[in-house]
């Protein structure tokens, strides 16, 4: 593979990067289509012209990256700190965080470019605090007590705007934006119940162990450390090898880094700035009380989160926005047990806690086995697992007779109430559209990419990306069911229609140029708005989903 060939030119040299990907060769397989989707749409920014930047991000292509998502509605949980001790002499966390400063570094114009954007932009620190104001206390003292320099408490802000379920390019998840392998690597465990890379603590002390390692592997320069982190080792290596092969100085700033990593970099220290000299600026930093806000606690067995939710006087919503790293309606059967809570609510929480057997911790079914069922498909039906079904009923295979009963965990609300689970964001995100706009569904084959089917169906790539909750680099498995959203206005619409959708049933003697003429549309049309072959017969009673305009029909 190309990518290894790069990284595993001088072994002496670039060993540590070697053994990465010798052991992850995923990963080189994530950065290589990352960075050719990426150059497939700096083409088309190119030859497009300004207007590509209406549908595209010319500038991150041009980086060789696809911007970050956000889910489009957030959780805010409303917490109420406890009282500030009276020998803390810094009451903001902020604060404390720009009066502990550790690293040295000289300013320069990268620095003041991003500075500048930051300080033009104070609504976009606003979000970012309300964020995380539920976990920075907690990072900080994370920090702290692994003596670590406090300017990784910023990091998550460029990384992710410190939202936990924010997902990237190349599948990096979280607040700290890990991709898979590297998660693993570095303790984040990864299920279908929990993903660690979303669980704000587990990725704090991920990011902390890998950012350690690449401090020690960069003997102790930071800054080179820093850029690893955003574009890879092997890639940082290789850069400091070119510059002293050539005479060059090889700090980070000398370094021919990617223009994302050339800009990574300087937008912390930009934030460190600021935050050390914010009156300087005249910048409104939002506060965050320098105390404790959440804690966690340890529930010691597998729990339903509607249950917990109702123990700690919380919304469902608010227990998972603060333990995002939950996929489903509950804690993983196998650990780990952890909920972060409000300080307020961790008392009255682990007194119902003690209250309750582990038993009555889950909701569960006598489920009488039919003819046709399975461990998969009862898995399904019941938003579990296979293994989970076995391992209750002390199953020895996966064989099941009719007649039998089995016992198995279910939620003890309808799905849709666990909103912020994998499967029900997933669902809001597909059901997400503009006005005007209808939804199709594309199954997934063998060696489609999200580029090939944006180009199918004359859609934005980002945009598909976005209805279905994935990044434009994630690699798709066939059989997965896409949705996309596609203007109703066929091509014989006028620019100013005002389309409604209706279906027609197709009656003994129909074509698609009769029901075509009958409507005033293209057969182009309908096919394209029911994904018909035109080679295939239509059969009476079928029905067919018509645009029309409303105002010239």
Not at 10 to 33: K, T
Not at 185 to 206: E, H, I
Not at 331 to 343: A, H, M, N, R
Not at 417 to 435: E, G, I, N, V
């Amino acid at each position: 593979m190309r990518i290894k060939t790069l990284l595993c030119i001088s072994l002496v040299a670039l060993l540590p990067a070697c053994q990465m990907i010798e052991h992850h060769p995923e990963m080189a397989e994530q950065i290589e289509q990352e960075h050719e989707i990426a150059q497939q749409i700096a083409r088309t920014c190119q030859q497009s012209g300004e207007g590509a930047e209406d549908e595209y991000d010319c500038e991150a292509a041009d980086e060789g990256t696809i911007p970050i998502t956000h889910p489009e509605e957030e959780v805010e949980v409303i917490i109420e700190p406890e009282a500030i001790p009276e020998d803390v002499a810094v009451l903001d966390v902020w604060q404390y965080v720009g009066e502990n400063l550790a690293l040295q570094y000289d300013d320069n114009k990268r620095i003041a470019s991003q500075r500048n954007w930051y300080l033009k932009h104070p609504s976009y620190m606003q979000r970012v605090a309300k964020r995380a104001k539920p976990f920075l206390y907690l990072i900080v003292e994370r920090l702290k007590s692994e003596n670590m320099p406090l300017e990784l408490a910023l990091l998550p802000i460029v990384e992710s705007a410190f939202d936990p379920f924010a997902y990237s390019h190349g599948r990096a998840a979280g607040m700290w934006q890990f991709v898979p392998a590297t998660g693993k690597r570095f303790g984040m465990k990864q299920t279908w119940w929990y993903d660690g890379r979303r669980d704000v603590m587990a990725s704090t002390d991920g990011a902390i162990a890998y950012l350690r390692y690449l401090n020690e592997m960069f003997d102790g320069n930071w800054l080179h450390a820093l850029a690893a982190y955003n574009s890879g080792e092997g890639r940082v290596m290789r850069a400091i090898k070119k510059n002293k092969k050539a005479g060059k100085n090889t700090d980070y700033w000398a370094l021919d880094l990617p223009r994302e990593t050339r800009a990574y970099v300087p937008k912390l220290l930009a934030l460190a700035d600021i935050l050390r000299d914010a009156e300087k600026y005249a910048f409104s930093w939002p506060v965050i009380e320098n105390n404790k806000v959440t804690d966690i606690v340890d529930v010691g067995s597998q729990i339903d989160l509607a249950l917990a939710a109702d123990m700690a006087n919380l919304t469902v919503e608010e227990l998972h926005a603060l333990n995002p790293g939950y996929n489903r309606w509950a804690t993983d059967p196998e650990g780990p047990f952890k909920l972060l809570v409000p300080v307020d609510k961790v008392d009255a929480f682990s007194e119902a806690l003690a209250a309750t057997d582990t038993k009555e911790r889950l909701n569960w079914v006598r489920h009488k086995i039919k003819s046709g069922d399975s461990l998969l498909k009862l898995a399904h039906q019941y938003h579990t697992t296979p293994d989970i079904i076995s391992q209750v009923n002390e199953l020895k295979g996966n064989m099941i007779r009719e007649g039998k009963y089995l016992v198995i965990p279910v939620a003890l609300k309808s799905m849709d109430f666990y909103s912020l689970s994998q499967d029900q964001r997933l669902a809001d995100t597909q059901s997400k559209h503009k006005s005007g706009t209808y939804q199709v569904k594309h199954k997934v084959k063998s060696g489609d990419t999200i580029w090939d089917i944006s180009r199918k169906y004359k859609v934005n790539m980002r945009s598909l990306a976005k209805w279905n909750g994935m990044a434009p680099a994630d690699t798709l498995r066939p059989g997965k069911e896409l949705v996309i959203w596609l203007d109703g206005k066929g091509k014989s619409q006028h620019s100013d229609a005002v389309m409604r959708t209706l279906t027609y049933t197709v009656r003994g003697g129909d074509s698609l140029a009769r029901i075509a003429d009958r409507f005033n549309v293209n057969v182009s049309d309908i096919q394209r708005w029911n994904q018909i072959n035109i080679d295939k017969y239509l059969q009476p009673g079928q029905k067919l989903k018509i645009m029309v305009d409303v105002t010239r029909t």
